[in-house]
């Protein structure tokens, strides 16, 4: 669509689609022509396309083999400068504004089909897995910020607080975009460099994406971290049946924190959202853990709770 003659503006759609495979919280990618790493994106087509979502749905399957189950509008992305991995290069390029969408999903094969694959959320920022402590990448990553702030207070009390730098910061595990964006602005990921014709930064152990669909994942990361406390999230990516062990893994793959066994439990007692099966797993290690199935809303009709993070062990 265009307006008097200026450039057009296209609207595109992408889905941040995480699922949990062997411990780790994983996004469904695909591949730019260049060959980065990319989510499953398409544009919307107001002659043919419905909806945003029904659009989202066909092209998602058409690019992955994966069908999408339940989707929420995550934002509305449409900073000047930003492409489509998949546009068509030339002078006539349109203005990019893309609607993201975040889905969650319990099941997700090995091979979801075609050129797709599960790529592990902490290959993109491993930054954000605090799980066994402070991440090594941190190292490298505090030095390169306190000499991108050189003396500067503002600055280095962003990087101080964003990255729990000194003793008397709290990590935040919410705040993945503000994070993700600090590193931009200081030139230390390979987009910003991509961005603005520069040098690329000293190699790091991250995986950059195409476009700009790595603010985009940490957007829904962010998201999604959040919403584990007021709504019961996590359970659209567990199968019907989990130990609570398993269920308390799943809650640290998706926070990138490693969790209280005890007060955990507590907290999943208290909230009410999961009932006992009766029925034992012997796929533990060790010995068998009672299965639990999640129940769901309120019986009353109010909102199912989230769950509680209860401090690091």
Not at 26 to 47: C, N, Q, R, S, Y
Not at 176 to 203: F, I, K, Q, T
Request: aromatic share 8%; charged share 25%; net charge negative.
């Amino acid at each position: 669509m265009t307006q008097g003659g200026e450039q057009g503006v296209r609207i595109g759609l992408s889905a941040v689609v995480i699922a949990l495979r062997a411990g780790q919280a994983v996004v469904l990618t695909t591949h730019a022509a260049d060959g980065a790493p990319a989510l499953p994106f398409g544009p919307f087509d107001p002659a043919r396309d419905r909806t945003f979502e029904l659009a989202l749905r066909a092209f998602v399957t058409e690019q992955t083999g994966f069908p999408l189950g339940f989707v929420e509008q995550l934002y509305t992305f449409g900073d000047a400068g930003r492409a489509s991995p998949r546009a068509t290069p030339g002078p006539e390029r349109a203005r990019e504004v893309s609607v993201g969408y975040l889905a969650l999903t319990a099941d997700a094969p090995e091979a979801p089909g075609l050129d797709a694959a599960w790529t592990p959320v902490f290959d993109i920022f491993p930054w954000e897995d605090w799980r066994e402590g402070r991440p090594p990448v941190l190292n490298a990553l505090e030095t390169a910020l306190r000499a991108w702030a050189d003396g500067d207070a503002r600055r280095l009390g962003r990087a101080e607080t964003l990255f729990a730098l000194t003793l008397d910061r709290r990590w935040n595990e919410e705040r993945v975009l503000e994070r993700y964006e600090l590193l931009y602005e200081a030139g230390l990921v390979a987009e910003s460099a991509r961005d603005h014709d520069r040098a690329a930064p000293p190699s790091q152990p991250d995986l950059p994406m195409a476009s700009d669909h790595r603010r985009i994942v940490a957007t829904a990361l962010g998201r999604l971290r959040s919403k584990l406390k007021y709504r019961p999230v996590l359970f659209d990516l567990t199968p019907e049946t989990f130990t609570l062990s398993a269920l308390q893994a799943a809650a640290e793959a998706v926070a990138g924190l490693s969790l209280h066994k005890q007060n955990f439990r507590r907290g999943v007692e208290r909230a009410g959202l999961v009932q006992a099966t009766g029925v034992f797993s012997s796929d533990t290690g060790g010995r068998p853990a009672e299965l639990f199935r999640f129940i769901g809303a309120d019986p009353l009709g109010g909102p199912a709770p989230g769950l509680t993070l209860p401090g690091q062990r």
